[in-house]
């Protein structure tokens, strides 16, 4: 079985959100989880949705500790509306200059949210494929993989 605690799962909407947690609660007996928004939120989607989408999440499943990460690459000004909205990390290109990174850095320490300019390695990023598949596929895929 997989740690969930150091792996990415990629969602687009609820029911991605509702699967991991699911099935996460249900593999290691609590759910440890760090979601990650679409690619490129920060430019079409907006970081109040995808605090909403958390904050909903955290209400449907209170003994998960689940963290929101807002992908901003594309859009470093999302970063700021992600920070306010009380996200956990955001993600931003990292060709970002070391002076905004540090600002950037001390603004959402304010509101303990972190800057990351890198995912993890492709083995520890889940696509959940939530944007295409039924919630029963969607929790039998994640399962297999948590057991693998």
Not at 22 to 30: D, K, N, Q, T
Not at 48 to 57: E, G, P
Request: hydrophobic residues 40%; proline residues 4%; contains cysteine.
């Amino acid at each position: 079985m997989k740690d969930t605690t150091n792996l990415f799962i990629r969602i687009h909407g609820m029911a991605g959100g509702q699967s991991a947690c699911r099935v996460a609660g249900l593999v290691a007996g609590h759910a440890r989880i760090n979601l990650l928004s679409p690619e490129n939120a920060g430019a079409s989607l907006g970081a109040q949705w995808f605090a909403t989408l958390i904050d909903r999440l955290r209400t449907e499943f209170p003994d998960a500790v689940i963290r929101g990460i807002f992908d901003c690459r594309g859009r470093r000004a999302s970063a700021l509306a992600a920070m306010e909205t009380g996200l956990d990390a955001v993600l931003l290109d990292d060709d970002l200059p070391d002076d905004l990174k540090v600002r950037l850095e001390n603004l959402g320490s304010k509101s303990g949210c972190r800057v990351i300019t890198a995912l993890p390695d492709p083995d520890r990023i889940y696509e959940t494929g939530d944007d295409y598949l039924p919630d029963a596929e969607l929790d039998r895929r994640l399962s297999a993989f948590l057991a693998g």
